[in-house]
């Protein structure tokens, strides 16, 4: 089992940053790959990024490349969201999740993520 804490939503001007945060915590010590997708109100949810356990690698889509930027601090079991140069199309609920398959290859696929956070709002006004 693996709980899944979000913090850092909130409400930003277009063009301004934020940084959510998703801390990790598990009975026993373990390796995640920690991914971030998020939800706008009649969509789907999308993929965002990805990062591996070790910060050996990241995945991004291409409409937050440039822009966000996912980070982990191993020691914390803490991922990290840097948000810049935000569009009011990146209004949606954030929700960070975790790969327990530290030998997987980082996906942008929901099936891969087997726990989930509760979500962050994250409202960008133009």
């Known amino acids: 089992q693996v709980q899944l804490v979000e913090s850092g939503g909130g409400l930003v001007q277009a063009g301004g940053s934020l940084r959510l945060s998703c801390a990790a915590s598990a009975r026993t010590a373990r390796r995640f790959h920690m991914g971030w997708f998020r939800q706008a109100p009649g969509n789907a949810r999308e993929f965002v990024a990805a990062?591996?356990?070790?910060?050996?690698?990241?995945l991004s889509a291409d409409s937050v490349k440039g822009r966000f930027t996912i980070s982990i601090d191993n020691a914390k079991n803490t991922a990290y969201l840097q948000m810049n140069s935000l569009k009011p199309e990146d209004t949606a609920v954030y929700y960070c999740a975790v790969d327990i398959y530290p030998w997987n290859t980082l996906s942008s696929l929901e099936d891969r993520y087997t726990y989930w956070g509760q979500g962050s709002q994250v409202t960008v006004s133009s």
């Open positions: 990062i591996m356990w070790n910060g050996g690698g990241t």
